[in-house]
């Protein structure tokens, strides 16, 4: 199974999102495998795009959820009401988040929880920064935020979603290449296996940062990739539709 998950960020209203749901659902319809494809739209639009992938094999995700349970705090979304509105998936970490609201990896850890309890599937982001890289210490920066899968229990039958975006990657146009991302792809789950208890096929490591029809093949085929978060490459229909596109090819290849 190959992911392509679209991370719709602040980009789209309500009226776009779904928009564009229609329009992978056409692009897909027929198809004889299926990759697992999550939309991830901003909190408003969540219902609308629900509506539209009812019953299809395109899944729901949200772009961030409270670190707390349901109660008083204003401004965030529980995990609760994520799943009472049909999210199977929620983005947690996001470096844009890390960046520019200083979620901490203690923050994320509550998340994790909190989506966990919730029954949904989080997929926890890391990757270093441009300093890192430089500095060569990119794989502490990853094992300091994959600490924050400390003490959290992988319920049953659940996968653990990590998805690798080195920041310096993130809407650049200047994607980390396929050898790289194998190495941390490769750190990432002996890494994260020191935390949490969970099977070698129960790990799915999504590779995000630049990713567009032109390369999504180039790192689908490889086995230490899972799939691909996309973020600008996700609210343009026809990219979208390639790095789906590319992915069936994959999976088609690998069933022969
Ligand atoms: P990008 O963003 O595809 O626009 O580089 C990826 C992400 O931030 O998830």
């Not at 349970?69 to 979304?77: C, D, F, K």
């Not at 920064?129 to 600490?147: F, I, N």
């Amino acid at each position: 199974m190959k992911y392509v998950v679209g991370n719709y960020k602040m980009y789209l209203g309500v009226r776009e999102s779904v928009a564009l749901a229609r329009g992978v659902l056409r692009g897909i319809r027929g198809s004889e495998v299926m990759p697992e494809i999550v939309l991830c739209p901003s909190f408003p639009a969540l219902t609308e795009v629900r509506k539209i992938i009812a019953r299809s094999h395109v899944t729901l995700g949200a772009q961030n959820v409270a670190a707390v349970a349901p109660g008083a705090m204003t401004g965030e979304v529980a995990a609760a009401q994520l799943a009472d509105n049909g999210c199977e998936y929620v983005i947690v970490g996001h470096s844009e988040r890390r960046q520019w609201l200083n979620e901490s990896d203690d923050l994320v850890r509550e998340k994790l929880v909190q989506a966990f309890a919730a029954g949904l599937t989080p997929i926890l982001c890391v990757g270093e920064s441009a300093q890192a890289r430089e500095d060569g210490t990119s794989e502490a920066m990853v094992a300091r935020q994959l600490a924050a899968l400390r003490d959290v229990t992988l319920p049953r039958k659940r996968k653990l979603v990590i998805a690798y975006e080195p920041i310096w990657a993130i809407g650049k146009g200047t994607p980390a290449t396929p050898a790289d991302v194998i190495a941390m792809h490769r750190f990432i789950r002996s890494e994260a296996r020191r935390y949490i208890d969970v099977a070698e096929e129960d790990i799915v490591v999504l590779y995000g940062g630049s990713v567009d029809g032109s390369n999504a093949y180039e790192y689908l085929r490889e086995r230490e990739v899972n799939g691909v978060l996309l973020g600008g490459a996700s609210v343009k229909l026809h990219e979208c539709l390639a790095v789906i596109g590319a992915a069936q090819e994959v999976m088609e290849a690998q069933t022969l």
